[in-house]
C-alpha cells in the first residue's frame, strides 16, 4: 500500500511540476509576443515622426472643460513644439479662474527608442498589452528654485504605462497617476495626481496625437492653499499644414 501511496505522490508531484512549466513556459511567450509588439509600435512612431518636415506646423482646434462646466473652444497653430497663435472661438465661463499650476502637455506622441530597454510588461487583456515606463513628468518654476530633488521624488512617486493594439502594433493611450498620496516637498502634499491620456492618428498611417487629455489634481501647498482640478481637453481636427 505504501508502494502505490508513493507512486501516486510521485505522479502529482510531476503532473505540478509540468503544469508550472507549461504556465512559465505560456507567460514567457506572451512577454516575447508583448515586447515584440511594444518594439513594433516604438519603430512605427518613429518612422511617422521622421516623416514630418523640420518646420512643420501642426493645426489643430481644441476644447478645455472644467468640473464646473466652464469651457473654451480655440483654434491653435504650433510650430514643432511652440505655439504661434490661438484664436478664440467659443466661450463660457472661465476656464483658468481657479487653476493653481500650469501643465504644459503635448501634443504630438513622442516617446524614446531606449523605451523598450526600461519598459516593464504588466499586463494584458483580448485586445491590448500594458506596459510599465520611466514617467514624462517634470516640474518647473519660473524662479531660480531648483527642483532636480523634487522632480526625483515626483518621479518615484508616479507610475506612467503605455498601452499598445495587439492586432494593430500601435499606441492607443497613456496614463500617469500615483497609487498614494505623496509629498514632493516639504511644503507640498498631493493627494490624487492621475492623468489619461488617449491617442489617434493625424491620418492613416500618420503620427499619433494626444485627442483627449483628462486630468484631476488635488493636493495642498502650505496651510492656505489647496487645489483641486479636474480637466478634460479634447484636441480635434488635426492637419499639418503650411502656414505663413
Known sequence: MSKVIMNYSLCCLLFLITCCFSAANANQSNDEKAFKALEQALNDLQRCNRQLPSDYVL??????????????????????????????????????????????????????LQTIHDAIFVRENDTSW?????????????????????????????????????????FTSMRIFAPHPFSP???????????????????????????????????RYGLLISFDEWVETTQYDVKIVQYR
Open 185 to 219: 516637498s516639504l511644503l507640498a502634499k498631493v493627494t490624487k495626481f492621475d492623468v489619461g491620456l488617449d491617442f489617434n492618428e493625424v491620418s492613416d498611417s500618420g503620427p499619433l496625437y494626444v485627442a483627449k487629455e483628462t486630468r484631476q489634481l488635488t493636493g
Open 130 to 170: 500594458k506596459y510599465k515606463i520611466p514617467s514624462p513628468v517634470q516640474a518647473q518654476t519660473d524662479t531660480q528654485v531648483d527642483l532636480s530633488h523634487a522632480n526625483e521624488k515626483l518621479n518615484q512617486q508616479l507610475v506612467t504605462e503605455v498601452t499598445v493594439r495587439k492586432d494593430m502594433p500601435i
Open 59 to 112: 493645426s489643430y482646434s481644441k476644447q478645455e472643460q472644467n468640473k464646473e462646466g466652464d469651457y473654451s473652444i480655440t483654434r491653435v497653430h504650433r510650430r514643432n513644439k511652440e505655439q504661434i497663435d490661438a484664436v478664440l472661438i467659443e466661450s463660457e465661463g472661465d476656464i483658468d479662474q481657479n487653476r493653481s499650476i500650469n501643465w504644459n502637455g503635448f501634443v504630438l506622441v513622442t516617446l524614446p
